[in-house]
């Protein structure tokens, strides 16, 4: 299932590279976390390519003051202080490119992450995609988080083959994710708790003609069901009785996670995966602090740098 509640519209690409490149690191996700990933990646002579959708677009981008970040005396908002940091890492070598993640394949030694303008490929992806802020939440959604609900741009897409998959919302960006979709699903149930849809009148009428997607208006997400992962979801349409609509995971157990938590991380924020680290608001126990997420990207990094160089140990001269 993918509970698609936060998907933003890709905004205008920079700095991109050619379609198909290979490189060693891709940082997912360029706040704090990933911005000090690619730096101590790019300072340890790695290749490294960071995709992002813009220095605002995240929970410190949007902070106007910050007055607690270590060495830095005076108050600066988050976005100044996030483009200090890729400044940095930038002078090391780092690419950052402002595009939307549409799918990722992280099995196998040759990771691929696609987007709207190109195919990138690398040993290493280090996934930073910060918080995933909701307000009222419902039955099963903490439970499941990770394992179906998702509220994460980085859509697994291709991952969706013949699936029924369902998405949340009324907007632009909930059509825009439908829409993508219907490349991989059987079947997408867009769920929307208005009446009217609130998108431009061209998305709404292809959504509208579209054989995969099926509409339903006015009803409310009351809960999600599910064992191991997503299963189901419950929706209560305006003066009728609740309705089962059967949908299926979200993640297809690419990545693991923790009984009813997130993505289950060692202490150098590896996952199951071999290769692929997380770091940052994404994780369930992480202190959301814009010092913390930096310094689990340092780490990160040079678990990164030690696995692709086949040393036991990681590395802590700060000369590097």
């Known amino acids: 299932m993918s509970l ?3 998907l933003p519209l890709a905004p205008p690409t920079q700095g991109l590279l050619p379609t198909a490149t290979d ?3 891709i940082v ?4 704090p976390a990933g911005a000090t990933a690619a730096l101590y990646a790019s300072r340890a002579n790695l290749v490294t390519l960071v995709l992002d959708k813009g220095i605002t677009a995240g929970a410190l981008g949007q902070t106007p003051r910050i007055a607690n970040y270590p060495g830095v005396l005076e108050e600066i908002s988050g976005a100044e202080l996030v483009a ?3 400044r940095q ?4 070598g780092a690419t950052f490119v402002q595009d939307r993640v549409q799918a990722v394949d992280l099995v196998g030694n040759r990771k691929a992450v696609y987007t709207n303008h190109g195919t990138f490929f690398a040993p290493v992806v280090i996934i930073t995609t910060g918080s995933m802020v909701r307000g009222r939440r419902v039955e099963g959604e903490d439970r499941l988080q990770g394992r179906g609900v998702s509220y994460c741009a980085t859509c697994d897409g291709a991952l969706f083959q013949n699936q029924d998959v369902a998405v949340i919302g009324n907007d632009e960006e909930a ?5 993508f979709l219907t490349r991989f699903a059987r079947h997408i149930h867009l769920v929307s708790r208005t009446m009217e849809l609130r998108a431009a009148a061209g998305p709404t009428a292809v959504l509208a003609e579209h054989p995969k ?3 339903t208006r006015g009803p409310s997400l009351r809960g999600i069901r599910g064992e191991a992962h997503v299963e189901s979801i419950l929706i209560s ?6 309705r089962t609509l059967p949908v299926t995971d979200f993640l297809d157990g690419q990545v693991g996670n923790r009984p009813g938590e997130c993505l289950q991380v060692d202490r150098e924020f590896r996952t199951n995966l071999t290769g692929v680290f997380a770091v940052g608001d994404l994780l369930c126990d992480h202190v959301k602090q814009a010092v913390v997420a930096a310094a689990e990207g340092a780490v990160a990094a040079m678990a990164a740098e030690k696995q692709l160089h086949g040393r036991r140990r990681l590395s802590f001269d700060w000369a590097k």
Request: aromatic share 4%; charged share 25%.
């Open 4 to 6: 698609e509640l936060i």
């Open 23 to 25: 490189v060693d690191v």
């Open 28 to 31: 997912i996700g360029g706040g």
């Open 84 to 86: 200090l940091i890729r």
């Open 89 to 92: 890492a930038e002078s090391f």
């Open 175 to 179: 059509l825009d994710a439908a829409l």
């Open 213 to 215: 997607i099926e509409l």
């Open 237 to 242: 349409p305006r003066g009728g009785p609740t």
